[in-house]
């Protein structure tokens, strides 16, 4: 966990870097004369204008947790007594490790894993499409 933190911190962080750049600096001059203070301008205007950022964001965290694979294989190859162990890292070892090579199942597995990452995202956009406007009070 501590390696895949440390390996996409720093992308995602370019990436919401990109995204704080993204918004016009007139909304933030026009909130200023209103008279919003530095909270208000983070709830009201930032928060909300990175909405599509920490979607993308999150969805990308999510696809890497659940799709993890190159750190298992080359730290610890499943560990001891399979307890490092990743749907993604069963998969590979189903399909080319196992002395009994089991490609259906490792099949079956990857769509099994793209569905799942699919109800998650799909869930996930809902919680944050569905989490207020831009401008609501």
């Given amino acids: 966990m501590i390696l895949n933190v440390f390996t ?8 919401f ?8 600096t007139a909304i933030y001059e ?10 208000q301008t ?8 990175l909405r599509p950022v920490v979607f993308f964001v999150v969805t990308v965290g999510l696809i890497g947790c659940f799709q993890v694979f190159d750190q298992i294989y ?12 990743t749907v ?3 998969i590979y070892k189903w399909a080319f490790r196992d002395t009994t090579v089991k490609m259906g199942q490792a099949a079956a597995l ?4 793209a569905l799942i990452i699919l ?19």
């Fill in 88 to 90: 993604a890292y069963l």
């Fill in 74 to 85: 080359v730290m610890t190859s499943g560990g001891p007594l399979d307890s490092t162990t």
């Fill in 110 to 113: 990857s769509f099994i894993l």
């Fill in 30 to 39: 026009a909130a200023s004369i209103d008279g919003a203070n530095k909270f």
């Fill in 119 to 137: 109800v998650f995202t799909l869930i996930q956009r809902r919680i944050i499409e569905g989490s207020g406007s831009v401008g609501s009070a």
């Fill in 17 to 24: 870097l990109a995204g704080l750049q993204d918004i016009p």
């Fill in 42 to 49: 983070l709830r009201f205007i930032t928060i909300p204008m």
């Fill in 8 to 15: 996409t911190s720093g992308t995602l962080m370019l990436i």
